[in-house]
């Protein structure tokens, strides 16, 4: 299991959350593409797909953090009346396989339910099996597409009234 774990909601746009979804985005980038992402893969994935709404006040950036190390990230924003959509979810791979990821999940959801949703939707590739697993097991149901996302093929939501 982890340690105690801190976490803040900090801007999406400053240096730590700048260097952590630049590090989540490179692991997605060269999944998708079954090698390491250039530079400017990189560079171009985060301009398609902006961190828009992921502050307040209708959404919010967490940075976790294990004593002083950050070890992941994750938002949400509006996505529709009462519901948020989950974005950035990421554990530095150094800090996975102990929990953290739930620990995040948790958080977040608590978070989201504070700004008054009622629901918060996903989306997924299928190459994730691992995200997808954590998302199954935390309560989230597989639902028809919400969006078009380019990469997405799994779309999922949880009631967070329900838990």
């Known amino acids: ?3 105690e774990l801190d976490f803040r909601a ?4 400053g240096p730590l959350a700048r260097s952590l979804l630049r590090e989540y985005t490179d692991e ?3 999944r998708y593409y ?6 400017t893969e990189v560079d171009e994935a985060l301009v398609e797909d902006p961190d828009d709404g992921l502050g307040p006040p209708t959404g919010v950036f967490l940075i976790a953090r294990e004593g002083t190390e950050p070890v992941g990230c994750a938002g949400v924003r509006a996505q529709g009346p009462g519901v948020a959509e989950l974005k950035r979810m990421y554990v530095r791979p150094a800090a996975r396989g102990r929990g953290l990821g739930g620990a995040l999940l948790a958080e977040i ?3 989201t339910t504070a ?4 629901a918060i939707r996903l989306d997924t590739r299928s190459d994730l099996v691992e995200a997808r697993g954590l998302y199954a097991t935390r309560g989230y149901v597989e639902i028809p597409a919400y969006n078009d996302a380019r990469y997405a093929s799994h779309w ?3 009631d967070l009234r329900r838990g």
């Open 10 to 13: 900090e801007p999406v746009g």
């Open 1 to 3: 299991m982890h340690t």
């Open 115 to 118: 700004l008054g949703y009622r």
């Open 156 to 158: 999922f939501q949880k």
């Open 34 to 39: 079954g090698r390491p992402a250039t530079g």
């Open 28 to 30: 997605m980038a060269s």
């Open 109 to 111: 959801e608590q978070r």
